[in-house]
């Protein structure tokens, strides 16, 4: 049982502790992370054009996935609000209750967007008006991703719970082992090698599909055997009324905040879509996204830190550390964005070289980072603020703040800056750049009020 040892987190020191708790999800994060890296290292690697098609579908594939699945994340918030409260309150079953809870809803809701996204696929891909080519790849990709789903949202879940409990090693190891078997799959349906087809895109996301697959019966096994502290049983996971009232009114807000700015996502991919030389810039803006996202593993990693000890420092009604815990997160996590800018600004090129040799590409995404790359530290504030509000369990504010950034700023700036201003490509970067600066003066200023200090849970809840 790898859980870091109660008295470490609502007493060690908060540097150290975020830590602690953090780089098991870094390198979590890494893991996961190299799903997508993967598939656009090997589908890069396809003959042009077919590889720019291939490396465009995928990049107009998750934001539509992120939208669906991003559901499953106010569930998460809800059970990390209450395990972390309820383990800080001392009460482990009432932990292995809401743990329960919130994997069978999560199930359930996993089954259903399973179901629709796969059934209506080919509607959404039309929507975004892309080339024939694109669209039939995304489409199939899509498809594939769909049927795994309900796998991908008990794995998430897991995460989700023993983070909260104070278990950062244990789904660290698990999404490691997925990961390798995703890494070994993915050349090996992707080009058909030691005598299996060449399936291509259908290759990826089958790679995909079977490693999360994989990774949810592990994660099941370890909940139910009770191997990493939160043992759950079948009676967990019987629907309670009260129960699932609580999770919803903690989590309906983060699942309306997460799926707005998932669809605000596929809205700004249909702005970039508008631009000239559409394969080129959709690839490249996969690319380079996907680079810049490797700076904010630190910044999760820190941020699940702050919310776990936030919310069992509140379980345990002290706030002053709570309140250290989420101030100190937020400077760290500014600072090592602004180190990490520092790093890629020089590289941006060669990094982009790696998944691609296409020259349009390279100068699209090196663009795209070299105007970007100023609004990235902010979003370090913005994710400590909202790592407080879900700790604390206070979603409202979290859904506030994260529909303000998108909506209000991102996809408006966006659009004013490329299309009428005329800056074009570098218009719409420099527009959601700026849209991170204003997004942390918006996310401070609902810090400011301290309404994340009020904790959720209650003795003796039930009625």
């Not at 009460?91 to 059934?119: R, T, Y």
């Amino acid at each position: 049982m790898a859980q870091i040892p109660k008295n470490h987190i609502l007493e060690g020191p908060i540097v150290k502790t975020l830590f602690v708790l953090g780089w098991p999800i870094m390198v979590t994060n890494l893991l996961h992370t190299m799903y997508n890296l993967v598939d656009t290292f090997w589908l890069g690697k396809l003959v042009p054009p077919e590889g720019t098609f291939a490396v465009a579908a995928l990049q107009i594939s998750w934001p539509i996935i992120f939208l669906l699945i991003s559901l499953a994340f106010g569930f998460g918030s809800a059970g990390v609000a209450l395990v972390s409260q309820y383990t800080g309150a001392g009460d482990p079953k009432e932990a292995n209750e809401s743990a329960g809870q919130v994997l069978f809803i999560s199930a359930v809701m996993g089954v259903c967007i399973g179901v629709v996204g796969f059934l209506f696929s080919s509607e959404i891909v039309e929507l975004l008006g892309l080339k024939e080519e694109i669209a039939v790849l995304a489409t199939t990709y899509l498809r594939i991703i769909f049927m795994g789903i309900p796998f991908m949202f008990i794995s998430f879940i897991f995460g989700f719970i023993l983070r909260a409990y104070g278990d950062t090693v244990t789904p660290m190891k698990v999404e490691g082992a997925t990961v390798l078997l995703n890494v070994v799959l993915d050349p090996l349906l992707i080009f058909g090698l030691v005598g299996l087809p060449r399936l291509g895109v259908i290759g990826a996301g089958t790679a995909t599909v079977l490693s999360q697959s994989v990774s949810s019966a592990i994660a099941l096994y370890i909940l139910f055997s009770g191997k990493a502290g939160i043992k759950l049983s079948v009676s967990c996971l019987k629907p309670v009324k009260w129960r699932i009232t609580q999770i919803l009114r903690i989590g309906i807000p983060a699942s309306v905040g997460q799926s707005g700015t998932a669809f605000g996502f596929v809205i700004l991919m249909y702005i970039i879509a508008r631009l000239p030389n559409q394969e080129a810039v959709l690839a490249a803006y996969g690319i380079g996204d996907r680079i810049i996202n490797l700076m904010f593993i630190a910044i999760n990693g820190l941020g699940v830190g702050v919310a776990t000890i936030l919310g069992q420092s509140l379980g345990a009604n002290n706030v002053s550390r709570a309140e250290e815990a989420a101030k100190k997160g937020m400077a760290l996590m500014f600072s090592i964005l602004v180190i990490g800018c520092c790093v890629l600004f020089p590289l941006r090129r060669l990094a982009i070289q790696v998944f691609i040799n296409d020259p349009q590409v390279i100068a699209a995404g090196d663009t795209f980072i070299r105007v970007f790359l100023f609004g990235v530290p902010f979003f370090g504030v913005f994710s400590a603020v909202n790592a407080c509000f879900m700790g604390s369990g206070h979603n409202v504010p979290s859904m506030v703040i994260e529909l303000s950034r998108l909506w209000g700023l991102r996809i408006p700036l966006a659009y004013v800056f490329g299309f009428v201003v005329g800056w074009s490509a570098s218009g719409v970067w420099f527009g959601m750049g700026l849209s991170n600066v204003l997004g942390a003066v918006i996310a401070l200023a609902l810090f400011k009020t301290g309404m994340w200090k009020e904790k959720v849970i209650k003795k003796n809840a039930a009625p």
